[in-house]
């Protein structure tokens, strides 16, 4: 009877030591829900579990830092595929380790643990040259995002004005942004190339084009951050789906990004230097020639002097 009563405390224990409707946040599929009350957290660090709201996107940086924590743990990142052997290695799509605010917001300047800093963008993008920890940023705000995608080849050609409201109705479903967002849809059926300007108003917080844009990115490469990681993004356009193969994303500030020569490659300033040479020879070559010249008119002239004499 001893037995049967402590087993039903533990079992009692353990229904009540959590209220979680469900162990899922729907919006962060590595958050892990649980406790009295129920929270969702995101592991961000060894120490550090930040709290979330799952029915709204995770701010970026919280993103950015998690993917980080879990790729230095060896935790998968991916959706699917995943290390091939023991000696691969990840590309981890440009992402650092970011210095966020309490609201998860970018700090202007990061430096990813070490003595070298940059300044970012709201989006967290860098926008100027790297410097020491000295360096001074000043706050840039992300109020305008283009998205450069190619769609999966399709039957028929889209219809661009329909295509419009099938992307309207496709960010508005995933990622809850407003139809009056998106501002512009270009599109080149020969090479199924799809452009889309995403705007707001410059000075207001709301909404996060950047937040809009890392999940898009992550859903087109196959890489989704929701719960439901099977679902990515989708068109549907005249009732069939279109999906994409490749995405790249824009950012504009409402300031001007500063950076100088120094962000240019080595390729790039190895053709500059090779044109400037190619340049400074040509001009070079045509003095020599013009001193030349000049050289043998006045040899010529004493000669005419003394056959007229």
């Not at 966020?100 to 800093?117: M, P, Y």
């Not at 399709?154 to 099938?166: E, F, H, Q």
């Not at 951050?225 to 993004?233: G, R, S, V």
């Amino acid at each position: 009877m001893k037995v049967l009563i402590a087993l039903f405390v533990v079992v009692l224990v353990d229904v009540v030591a959590s209220d979680c409707p469900s162990t899922i946040c729907n919006s962060m599929k590595w958050a892990r829900c649980d406790g009295t009350p129920c929270q969702c957290t995101l592991q961000l660090s060894d120490t550090v579990k930040q709290p979330l709201d799952c029915e709204k996107l995770v701010p970026k940086c919280f993103l950015m830092k998690a993917e980080m924590y879990r790729a230095r743990n060896g935790l998968s990142t991916r959706s699917i595929g995943g290390k091939p052997v023991e000696t691969a290695f990840v590309d981890n799509d440009g992402i650092y380790d970011p210095d966020c605010d309490a609201n998860g917001k970018f700090r202007n300047r990061q430096c990813n643990n070490t003595e070298v800093c940059w300044c970012v963008n709201s989006a967290g993008v860098r926008r100027s040259d790297k410097g020491d920890n000295t360096l001074t940023c000043e706050p840039a705000d992300t109020y305008w995002v283009r998205l450069e995608m190619k769609h999966k080849e399709v039957p028929l050609a889209l219809d661009s004005t329909k295509l419009k409201t099938g992307i309207q109705n496709a960010l508005l479903e995933r990622y809850k942004l407003e139809k009056e967002r998106v501002t512009d849809v270009k599109y080149d059926k020969d090479s199924r190339l799809i452009v889309v300007d995403v705007q707001k108003e410059k000075g207001q917080p709301l909404p996060d084009l950047a937040l809009m844009s890392y999940y898009m990115e992550k859903d087109i490469k196959a890489l989704p951050l929701f719960a439901d990681d099977k679902k990515t993004f989708e068109l549907s356009v005249e009732g069939s789906k279109v999906s994409m193969e490749n995405i790249l994303v824009y950012y504009v500030d409402d300031k001007a990004p500063t950076f100088t020569m120094q962000k240019l490659t080595g390729g790039i300033i190895a053709v500059i230097v090779v044109v400037s040479l190619i340049v400074l020879a040509g001009l070079l070559v045509l003095f020599l020639l013009a001193r030349r010249q000049k050289a043998q008119y006045s040899k010529a002239q004493p000669r005419e002097m003394e056959t007229m004499s």
